[in-house]
């Protein structure tokens, strides 16, 4: 593990956060249309501008943002970030059919009535976020 004086005097390059979004208890972000798990003691700011820098040699990545001094070390995450235009709603055995094509079919009870579609993200191949709900929901992948 490197001291901070280490961490401060590395060759930081600026990097854009194109967005954020917390998952299964795991941040990640996208950056340079790579998603990443940030592994940090506190959550990253979901604020992100000239401020933010970024460390990568051979496979590590440490994510730094000046203006909190907060260090995250990063991780590639399993992604599919996707659209859905018809969602009214979770419930077992749903199918989320996504703009790429992908069908998901969630595994779970939770029941919900929800607004219009957006952005989907599924995590590791096994939980799904829909726009901006605070649900983590299990899904399989059917196609």
Not at 79 to 103: A, C, H, M
Not at 108 to 137: E, Q
Request: one cysteine or more; hydrophobic letters at 40%; aromatic letters at 12%.
């Amino acid at each position: 593990m490197l001291t901070h004086n280490e961490l401060t005097s590395l060759p930081w390059s600026l990097v854009v956060i194109a967005d954020s979004k917390i998952i299964a208890n795991h941040q990640i972000l996208e950056i340079n249309g790579n998603f990443y798990s940030a592994h940090s003691s506190s959550i990253f700011p979901n604020h992100y501008n000239q401020q933010t820098r970024w460390y990568n040699k051979g496979g590590q990545v440490i994510l730094f943002e000046l203006q909190s001094g907060t260090f995250a070390r990063l991780e590639p995450a399993d992604i599919i970030k996707s659209t859905v235009d018809e969602f009214d709603g979770f419930e077992y055995g749903k199918v989320f059919e996504l703009r790429n094509g992908q069908k998901w079919r969630q595994t779970d009870g939770l029941n919900s009535p929800c607004s219009p579609g957006g952005t989907v993200w599924v995590f590791n191949h096994s939980i799904i976020r829909v726009a901006n709900w605070n649900f983590d929901v299990p899904v399989q992948l059917l196609k």
